[in-house]
């Protein structure tokens, strides 16, 4: 574990545990001083200790100490950016004040005195550590102190056996199918010489058995874009281009802004279910973030090294959502105007809801388009219908006004007005006139019914062939596949288990193994948290 980078801080279920189990120790011994420490190297010591006192401050009002202890491998003051000088070797060789020594955080019920500047040589006798560790227990309501390994050699270091006689609870870090069990025994042996005794163990690295992977179920649509030509145009001017274009309507299917619109047209159950899908890591930050408060939980991203998003709860989760949709519908375009929209996650429902949300929406949006594009064209239809009826009123009006002028009886038959019409070419023009314009008239109030008619019938381009369908099976490998991976498995359990077994019998591998060797509790199991 590389502690230069930080430690991971998330599994708080088991420090909370810990927390209460070593509280009431604490409680009943009157006590206020905790030790972690290990047989050997790279246990845990210091994971345990920072995690514990996070948790102490977290869940109690409590004035917190951290103390170094491990002067061959400090790592306090890494992990909160601290100065190593001015520390517990400077107090115990009296050149600074126990005062002087106290380093803050941006936790305020949390100080820090580092590990100090190192020589080799430390004055440890037990008065000196008595004297020290009184004064830290005076300042202070929990006192958390990280020892040096008791099995390693601890020439010129603090011995953690003679430490632990003078701490009111001592614990014992054991990592997991790591630690031997002669291991355990002679650090319990060399504790109870020094007067002191373990309280409880904790083990470190223990491999939980995750949840099974759940299957991926995929739902599928098949779709119909059909290129008609445009009705408006075809009605307005007696031809019509194709009124969709595929390729634009693949680009604002797989658009952010598409997929938004989808995500928000989920039912509430659906789009939770989609963030409970989320990986655990972010459940977990998010978890945290709402426990300890924004603050808070930006000061500690800082303490580890971690960026700082000052984004709202609902945001981040909206855009994780999306992404996770992004990430589990695919569009395909077959050709012949046919496409194929489907989406796959650990839910079947989830997967049909995603294909239908999305046909919903785009048969929706494109009737709304078409029925905008047919209320354009109606309006257009009546404004040049308008436009027609008034040239008409005047060229007829402008008819009648002239046969008056010239004395033509209102009343007479066609023939008359024929033989009139071919003496006066004045009134032939009036008359051409009225009939050009009657004649435009009547074309466009036709067109305005037959508008009217197909605005009545309009109806969405886009047409479903094979709608979608909650999936019943999972997609998975072949029966071929899955028989020659269980033959592998099986094969690999024939030859290895049997070293397995061997290698691991001198190990601590299970709490029940630390309760038979020691008679003492097992105060936590940190779970295998990764690199």
Request: aromatic share 10%; no cysteine.
């Amino acid at each position: 574990m590389n502690l230069t980078k930080g430690i991971k801080t998330y599994n708080f279920v088991e420090f909370s545990r810990m927390n209460k189990i070593i509280s009431k120790e604490i409680q009943k011994q009157n006590g206020k001083t905790i030790l972690f420490t290990s047989g050997g190297e790279a246990e845990g010591k210091t994971f345990m200790a920072v995690n514990l006192a996070l948790n102490f401050i977290k869940n109690t009002p409590q004035r917190v100490l951290l103390v170094d202890m491990n002067l061959r491998n400090p790592q306090l003051h890494k992990i909160f950016g601290l100065p190593k000088e001015n520390g517990v070797t400077d107090i115990i060789n009296d050149k600074i004040h126990y005062e002087d020594a106290l380093k803050t955080t941006d936790f305020p019920n949390l100080k820090i005195i580092t590990s100090g500047t190192y020589s080799g040589i430390v004055a440890q006798s037990f008065n000196d550590l008595r004297f020290v560790i009184e004064e830290f227990r005076q300042s202070v309501d929990i006192v958390i102190f990280e020892s040096s390994p008791i099995l390693v050699s601890n020439k010129g270091n603090i011995d953690p056996a003679i430490l632990s006689s003078l701490i009111d609870t001592v614990v014992l870090v054991v990592l997991a199918l790591r630690t031997r069990k002669i291991s355990v025994l002679k650090s319990n042996e060399l504790i109870n010489l020094a007067g002191g005794k373990i309280f409880g163990v904790v083990m470190n690295n223990k491999y939980v058995p995750q949840e099974k992977k759940k299957s991926n179920y995929k739902s599928e649509a098949t779709l119909f874009i059909e290129k008609v030509p445009l009705k408006t145009e075809e009605i307005i001017f007696r031809r019509g281009s194709s009124r969709i274009d595929i390729t634009k309507e693949i680009v604002r299917l797989r658009s952010f802004d598409f997929t938004q619109a989808v995500m928000r047209s989920l039912p509430e159950k659906t789009f939770f279910e989609l963030y409970k899908e989320l990986s655990l890591k972010e459940r977990i930050f998010q978890r945290i973030k709402n426990l300890i408060g924004t603050k808070a939980y930006n000061s500690f991203k800082k303490i580890f090294g971690r960026p700082i998003e000052d984004h709202q709860n609902e945001r981040e989760i909206e855009k994780n959502i999306l992404v996770k949709i992004q990430d589990s519908r695919s569009i395909k375009y077959r050709g012949d105007g046919v496409l194929t929209i489907s989406a796959t996650t650990q839910d079947p429902y989830i997967s049909y809801q995603i294909v239908n949300a999305y046909i919903t929406l785009w048969q929706g949006m494109n009737l709304q388009e078409n029925k905008e594009d047919v209320i354009s064209a109606r309006k257009f239809i009546e404004e040049e219908l308008e436009t027609a009826s008034k040239k008409l009123n005047v060229a007829e009006e402008n008819y009648q006004k002239y046969k008056q002028y010239i004395g033509v009886p209102i009343h007479y038959d066609y023939r008359e007005e024929w033989e009139i019409e071919s003496i006066d070419p004045e009134l032939a023009r009036l008359s051409s006139e009225v009939k050009s314009n009657r004649a435009n008239y009547n074309a466009w109030y036709n067109k305005l019914r037959e508008i009217q008619v197909w605005e009545r019938l309009i109806r969405s381009d886009i047409q479903v062939i094979d709608v979608p369908q909650i999936p019943e099976k999972p997609t998975g490998s072949s029966k071929m596949r899955t028989r020659l991976i269980g033959f592998i498995f099986a094969l690999f359990v024939a030859v290895g288990l049997p070293i397995m077994v061997d290698f691991l019998k001198d190990y601590v591998k299970k709490p029940i193994d630390i309760e038979r060797l020691l008679s003492v509790p097992v105060v936590g199991v940190i779970p295998n948290m990764g690199k």
